[in-house]
């Protein structure tokens, strides 16, 4: 029912508003009229009816609290509104008007009739009783046709304004952190609630792999979960789809391994046109078709996650390359701190001893030389420290290049032997070197003072950490293709330096080959040298196509240590064994 400024009201009608106002909602609906609702002379809402109360986004049962709070609905120009208002309540006349409402940003145009709830005699009006009827609706900006197809536009229209708030909470929300986690938990959690979805799960990407695997998911109580599934993208034709076109593909497939429902949507995530993961959401059989605007939605959301996930990965790099700069200044100084110390004590024990010679101390020559040939010993061990730090400054800075060439194994072992057997001897450690048999020598390709350096170091650490027992070193063919950029060769050639020395425990053996890490720096200040040496030794090995490797059981169980070298050419190997010594040279 329409009323107008010149209809009379009838008698059942006037005596009804009274008990309308009072009774409240309940009556509404009984009126008959799209709209109905009860306003006092502020234009606050006492009672409220909509039969499409579903565009305004509140409950039934809270639209007039919210509309009062919230000052939500509300006339667009609201003093033109409001005269009216107060002239119905002046008059007691009804009047019809058409007027603009706005809730939600969106506007609603309205064709209402204003009628005064009659007073008993002696008392002014307070209140009126408002009908009408939905001539316009605008959501979002974009005009409803509400006499056409009605219901499908409207359901279209809340359903295309209910994503987009889902997109904006959800970009405000991964713009607040950068923690992966996060984000791409947050997602699936906001995506999965409002949406009311079956699944929804986040997979990252990198295009080197065919496969991703499930990082973050929101599902069903009775659904099993699927974080930490991995995935074969070919085998998933909606996954690989997704990648190849950067778009939203929904797929229906029979026995879809990811849905029982059998039906998904999927979008990859990217950043600069390169995806970077992967959304999927399982969708109910009886979901409306998603139209072209819920599908670039869904491009949206991949994109603004997609970005934040590059910020997040991006800012994930940085702070790891920090931490790594700063233990790598930290290592430096605690490094410099025990070199300095490990310089100044062969200096300091030369300067003794030349200063006594100088100042006449040594009272005679047998004595003199001694004090010569000790600070001969120490200019020595200096050398070979001053030696390390510029070894390591040329492999920091990329300069360190070898000249290859072939080297037989058996000089080298024996100037090995020549150099360390008096050492071992002298701490009365047993001291064996063993070749493999052959009939003819055996040639690598390397640097052979480097190789020297190598193998005079590993075994120096060996005789310095072994304090019983012995030291072995022995080699073997490894008959296996080995290639270099410019040069294949038939095999690698494999030494091993093994000790029965203090070893080293379990959790401490990655950092043996770390520039400027220590093992233990009481342990180093105790043994003396810099804690270069597996480093150094390593990078020379790499350098000549070798490969370095360290053993050990664990704390007083003693350490091996191989390294292998390209085998120029392949050597005739014996049967017999017999060739094995204790000495080589």
């Known amino acids: 029912m329409i009323i107008t400024a010149n209809s009379q009201l009838p008698n059942i009608f006037t005596q009804n508003l009274e008990s309308l106002h009072h009774q409240g909602d309940g009556l509404l609906p009984a009126l008959g009229a799209e709209l109905v609702y009860t306003q006092d002379g502020a234009g606050r809402y006492l009672s409220f009816y909509w039969q499409k109360s579903e565009l305004l ?60 709830i009659i007073p008993p005699l002696g008392t002014t009006a307070s209140a009126v009783l408002v009908t009408g009827r939905l001539l316009q609706l605008k959501v979002n900006n974009q005009e409803v046709n509400v006499a056409i197809h009605t219901s499908t536009q409207i359901d279209l229209a809340l359903r295309s304004q209910e994503h987009q708030r889902i997109v904006n909470k959800l970009t405000r929300n991964i713009r607040r952190t950068l923690d992966l986690d996060v984000i791409w938990q947050q997602t699936v959690d906001s995506l999965g609630k409002a949406l ?27 659904l099993p979960s699927l974080v930490g599934t991995e995935i074969d993208v070919n085998t998933e034709p909606a996954f690989a789809q997704a990648l190849a076109t950067l778009e939203p593909i929904v797929m229906e497939i029979p026995g879809y391994s990811l849905s029982k429902h059998n039906k998904m949507l999927v979008v990859a995530t990217c950043y600069q046109d390169q995806a970077n993961g992967l959304i999927a959401l399982n969708l109910r059989s009886e979901c409306c078709p998603l139209t072209d605007a819920e ?12 970005t934040a996930i590059a910020h997040a990965t991006l800012y994930k790099e940085l702070e ?17 701190a025990n070199v300095s110390h490990e310089i100044r004590t062969p200096l300091n024990g030369m300067i003794g001893f030349l200063k006594l010679i100088l100042e006449g101390m040594a009272d005679d020559a047998e004595e003199r030389n001694q004090f010569l040939e000790e600070a001969h ?38 100037d090995v032997e ?15 070197m063993q070749l493999p048999p052959t009939s003819d020598d055996i040639i690598v390709q390397g640097n052979y003072q480097r190789l020297l350096q190598v193998m005079l170091n590993l075994t120096g650490n060996a005789i310095k950490f072994t ?31 093994a000790d029965t020395g203090i070893g080293v425990s ?12 220590q093992v233990d720096g009481s342990r180093t200040r105790q043994y003396g040298g810099t804690g270069l040496g597996l480093a150094i030794s390593q990078k020379l090995i790499e350098t000549m196509g070798g490969e370095v490797h360290f053993y050990s059981l664990g704390e007083g169980l003693g350490s091996t240590v191989t390294f292998t070298v390209p085998l120029y050419q392949q050597p005739v190997m014996l049967s017999s064994t017999d060739s094995d010594s204790d000495s080589i040279c």
Not at 295 to 306: I, M, Y
Not at 418 to 432: G, H, I, V, Y
């Open 57 to 116: 986004g509140f409950k039934p049962n809270t639209i007039v609290t919210q509309c009062n709070e919230q000052k939500a609905f509300v006339p667009v120009d609201k003093a033109s509104y409001m005269e009216i208002l107060h002239r119905v309540l002046t008059n007691l006349v009804p009047e019809r008007c058409q007027c603009w409402f706005n809730c939600e940003q969106n506007l609603f145009e309205l064709e209402l009739a204003i009628c005064p």
């Open 418 to 432: 020549n150099f360390m057997r008096p050492q071992a001897e002298a701490k009365n450690l047993s001291f064996r």
């Open 320 to 336: 790891v390359a920090r931490q790594k700069a700063e233990e790598a200044s930290r290592l430096k100084s605690e490094f410099l």
């Open 377 to 414: 010993h120490l200019s020595l061990h200096l050398l070979n420290i001053i030696n390390d730090i510029l070894d390591i400054a040329k492999i920091e800075a990329g300069k360190m290049e070898l000249v290859c060439a072939p080297v037989k194994l058996d000089e080298l072992f024996c």
């Open 506 to 517: 379990l959790d401490k053996q990655d950092k043996l080959f770390q520039l400027f890490s």
């Open 467 to 497: 304090h019983e027992g012995g030291i072995t070193i022995s080699a073997d063919i490894v008959l296996q293709k080995g290639k270099l950029p410019e040069q294949q060769f038939p095999g690698m050639v494999r030494v091993r330096v």
């Open 196 to 222: 009311r979805l079956e699944r929804c799960i986040i997979c990252p990407y990198q295009p080197a792999s065919s496969k991703v695997r499930v990082i973050a998911e929101y599902h069903q109580p009775e």
């Open 295 to 306: 599908l670039e939605l869904a491009k949206e959301v991949a994109d603004q996650l997609g």
